[in-house]
């Protein structure tokens, strides 16, 4: 494990989005584990920078996002679909401003190939689970998982318990995660209480994980990463 401290955020985001753009000019067609938050947008920002200037193609790039919520249109401004969409993919993946997340032409491209999100409607979560398990072995496996950290050590939505879940999984939120997360939506009873999750063993079998933490108040979190206490 490699530990890297920086002083500004600006600085995160440079060094992270570095690290994702030099894991896909290493191999263009990487498979990319991509996460959501305030934590990413520094690097996705920079990686948008890279592709602008042409430092970077990624055409050829698969992703798969950690989580959805459940019970949330997919159009809704605070799902991850949209998130990702609107923080990387239009600007980043698909390079074309005329793609638009619903029903707009791709010009060639078919994001459904390529962008892999979890289905929160799905009407059978489980069913839902366990098809994103086989996606994400038929894409080869991820080769790099971006990651941010829960002030309460949350890694994707998989909460503090008792024991690890290892594989997607459908999850109910924490009364400290709706309570975090309550700032992007108008009220807190909007946000919504379940979700879909990939599980820590799908995050670990990632060939390379990049954990970024902002913020004194994940230095708790971080210092039991770091001393190798992990625990569920
Ligand atoms: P944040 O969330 O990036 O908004 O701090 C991280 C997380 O909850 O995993």
Redesign the pocket.
């Known amino acids: 494990m490699n530990v890297l401290i920086y002083d500004t955020e600006e600085q995160i985001g440079i060094a992270a989005g570095n690290y994702m753009c030099g894991q896909v000019l290493a191999k263009p067609n990487s498979v990319l584990g991509l996460?959501t938050?305030?934590?990413?947008l520094k690097p996705y920002n920079h990686m948008i920078r890279l592709y602008e200037q042409g430092a970077v193609d990624f055409s050829k790039v698969t992703t798969f996002n950690l989580d959805e919520y459940c019970k949330l249109d997919v159009e809704d401004k605070n799902s991850y679909h949209s998130f990702m969409h609107e923080n990387l993919f239009v600007q980043a993946l698909l390079g074309d401003p005329a793609f638009l997340l619903f029903d707009e032409p791709t010009v060639g491209l078919d994001p459904e190939e390529r962008i892999h999100f979890l289905d929160g409607n799905a009407a059978d979560l489980e069913a839902e689970c366990k098809r994103y398990e086989e996606s994400i072995r038929a894409a080869g496996g991820i080769d790099i998982q971006l990651l941010?950290?829960?002030s309460n050590g949350?890694?994707?939505f998989n909460e503090p318990s008792d024991s690890f879940q290892r594989w997607t999984h459908v999850v109910s939120l924490k009364e400290s995660?709706i309570q975090?997360n309550s700032r992007f939506f108008n009220t807190i009873e909007e946000v919504p209480t379940q979700a879909l999750t990939m599980g820590i063993g799908s995050i670990m079998q990632a060939k390379r994980i990049l954990i970024i933490a902002?913020g004194e108040h994940k230095a708790k979190a971080i210092k039991q990463v770091i001393s190798c206490n992990v625990t569920p």
């Not at 938050?37 to 990413?40: I, M």
């Open positions: 996460a938050g305030s934590t990413p941010g950290i829960g949350h890694i994707a995660t975090d902002l």
